[in-house]
Nanobody, 120 residues
Framework: QVQLVESGGGLVQAGGSLRLSCAAS????????MGWSRQAPGKQRELVAR???????NYADSVKGRFTISRDNAKNTVYLQMNSLKPEDTAVYYC??????????????WGQGTQVTVSS
């Protein structure tokens, strides 16, 4: 069993910052990639940022220069530092990870989501 547990969401004023964390636990052999997606009301879920095991990253155009994704491989944890937040960043943010389990099964996993609300 694998679990992803997110933390760090909340309410912040426009221009403020938040840091999201997501810790993976369970029968993990390796984590190949980790990332964050978000879903605003009435909209499709979209990729925000992703980081692979070697450290390469990619970002949605809408967050480039404002968000930074990082990971601590020793803790199986991924972070999303969000600066200069805008009201349009308001969404439920989901952690995701491509994980190979001890049984050598590889699959994608999702966290339960954490709400980020940016007030104007």
């Amino acid at each position: 069993q694998v679990q992803l547990v997110e933390s760090g969401g909340g309410l912040v004023q426009a221009g403020g910052s938040l840091r999201l964390s997501c810790a993976a636990s369970g029968s993990i052999f390796s984590i190949n990639a980790m990332g964050w997606s978000r879903q605003a009301p009435g909209k499709q879920r979209e990729l925000v940022a992703r980081i692979i095991s070697g450290g390469s990253t990619n970002y949605a155009d809408s967050v480039k220069g404002r968000f930074t994704i990082s990971r601590d491989n020793a803790k199986n944890t991924v972070y999303l530092q969000m600066n200069s937040l805008k009201p349009e960043d308001t969404a439920v943010y989901y952690c995701n990870a491509d994980i190979t389990t001890i049984a050598r099964m590889t699959a994608g996993y999702w966290g339960q989501g954490t709400q980020v609300t940016v007030s104007s």
